[in-house]
């Protein structure tokens, strides 16, 4: 599916849209990790689509990719953090307005910098979403803005979130998962240094079971 531009505060920003074969379906809002919009988070929403969501990835990076975590952080650090704000929430109304996209609201997932996207969206508009999928990202956040449902997956040895903080996560409908021996990025393919294929099948299925649900 292509690239599409959406108009953010008189700019043109990018994101990626991917239908289902049907051509229409529920919205899901995709918010990649801090390596950009990449080829393995594309391939991720088309893989959504193929399971019926209209889904839509707003690029937070403007075009950068990052394959490292020196250079990940390099962008984050040089970033203009309201024009990234503004990107990230203008993805809402251009999701809810796509004429494919069925239903009063929309779902979203979040991987690792993604999942703080989310959350912020979340509070940001409380009636937008019905459920929100976690990936490692969020540990410790307050889960109490708005009426969506949450369902989180954390790896059991994370340096970036950790077990303490995710273990502290409440929220009336939290669905936590926490997968022993894994570490940041175990759902990524293209980390094959944290890549762990059985607990990312896992996460896969019970995320696609709960955004179906």
């Known amino acids: 599916m292509p690239n599409v531009d959406f108009a953010v505060n008189g700019q043109t920003r990018q994101g990626y849209l991917a239908l289902p074969e049907s051509g229409s379906g529920p919205g899901l809002l995709f918010l990649h990790a801090w390596w950009g919009l990449n080829d393995f988070f594309k391939s991720q929403c088309d893989r959504f689509a193929a399971a019926g969501f209209v889904v839509f990835a707003p690029d937070l990076h ?5 394959n490292t ?15 990234t704000q503004a990107t990230s929430e203008a993805a809402v109304p251009y999701l809810q307005k796509l004429p494919a996209k069925t239903g009063d609201t929309l779902c979203a997932i ?10 912020e969206l979340n509070a940001t508009f409380p009636d937008a979403f019905s459920k929100i999928v976690l990936v490692y990202g969020g540990a ?9 449902r949450f369902q989180a997956h954390f790896a059991e040895t994370d340096h970036l979130e950790p077990i ?28 094959p240094e944290a890549y762990n294929a059985e607990a990312a099948q896992l996460a896969w299925s019970r995320a696609l079971a709960f955004l179906k649900s």
């Open 140 to 148: 410790g956040a307050d889960l109490a803005s708005g009426k969506a």
């Open 62 to 66: 403007f075009g950068k990719i990052a």
């Open 69 to 83: 975590a020196a250079e990940a952080e390099q962008i984050l650090a040089e970033r203009d953090i309201e024009a």
């Open 110 to 119: 979040g991987f690792s910098m993604g999942a703080m996207y989310a959350l």
């Open 164 to 191: 303490e903080e995710v273990r502290k996560m409440k929220a009336p409908d939290l669905e936590l998962h926490i997968y022993p021996g894994t570490g940041h990025w175990f759902f990524e393919s293209d980390r």
